[in-house]
């Protein structure tokens, strides 16, 4: 099979768990790029925070970001499509965080929000390459709104999943990594979203490659035409996957794109 695009989640799959993009992932990404392979990053990350990933990768176009709650054009820095969220179906699980002492952050398409920040939360957002913006309550914000997102401890956000039925928010939760819990709309999966960008682009899922790691990445590597859990991912995702290939730590991406795409006559 000749793939026409790859889809890439970004962390715990194309870079490393110290943040960094090694050089034999670049240049294997850079190679597929050249040679006409359409590169998308499929993130929970906003576009503002995956923008520095893509200019590292010399690959741009498209990115599918906030867990397939937005499509950007990174060209022209424009959304291309959305699901959104309304403050309203929010309210009950920003009461509860606010109880709890759990931080949590609202986003625009190409914004963050939060009503308070410390050092050491500042300093976590810096790792992911945001800024966010101090305000004192979210029914402030008056732009579009796609996600919400809880972060904490790893027993903190364990218990947010045990708390969930009684805690009254109608949106969907995703756990996209051991520190974070993403809220959005139900429609919004990153799944879904590669489905309609595929469709659009005139492109068939038998012509998708799409690599993850995480829970937040299931419905994508379902969808695809070959879905590839990286080692590194909880076993209920190597489970549903078509391949395992390295983890993070071990280059895992470019032995994908190597084994299935630049030699798979090896295969």
């Known amino acids: 099979m000749s793939y026409k695009l790859i889809a890439l989640d970004v962390d715990g799959t194309l870079i490393t768990d110290d943040h960094e993009l090694t050089e034999a992932t670049r240049q294997a990404v850079?190679?597929?790029y050249n040679k006409g392979v359409i590169v998308v990053l499929c993130t929970g990350r906003g576009?503002?925070?995956?923008?520095?990933?893509?200019?590292q990768l010399g690959a741009g176009g498209i990115m599918i970001t906030h867990?397939?709650?937005t499509v950007i054009?990174?060209?022209d820095r424009r959304v291309m499509n959305d699901f959104r969220i309304e403050f309203a179906d929010l309210r009950l699980l920003v009461d509860y965080c606010r109880e709890k002492g759990i931080h949590y952050d609202l986003c625009t398409p190409f914004d963050v929000y939060v009503e308070h920040l410390t050092e050491e939360e500042?300093?976590?957002?810096?790792?992911?390459?945001?800024?966010?913006?101090?305000?004192s309550n979210f029914e402030h914000v008056d732009e579009t709104k796609v996600k919400f997102t809880l972060s904490g401890l790893e027993d903190q956000m364990d218990q947010v999943e045990r708390d969930w039925p009684s805690i009254g928010c109608p949106l969907r939760r995703i756990r996209s990594g051991i520190h974070f819990i993403d809220v959005i709309n139900p429609e919004a999966t990153k799944g879904n979203a590669l489905k309609q960008?595929?469709?659009?682009?005139?492109i068939s899922r038998e012509e998708v490659m799409a690599i993850g790691n995480y829970y937040n990445d299931i419905e994508m590597l379902e969808w695809a035409g070959l879905g590839i859990a990286m080692a590194n991912s909880p076993e209920a995702v190597k489970n549903i996957a078509d391949a395992v290939t390295g983890s993070n730590a071990e280059d895992g991406v470019a032995q994908a794109i190597r084994k299935y795409i630049l030699n798979p006559k090896n295969e």
């Open 67 to 69: 867990n397939g709650a």
């Open 30 to 32: 850079q190679e597929i």
């Open 47 to 55: 576009p503002i925070s995956a923008l520095p990933v893509y200019e």
């Open 122 to 135: 500042r300093a976590m957002y810096a790792r992911f390459s945001q800024v966010p913006t101090v305000i």
């Open 197 to 202: 960008m595929c469709h659009d682009l005139g």
């Open 73 to 75: 054009d990174i060209v």
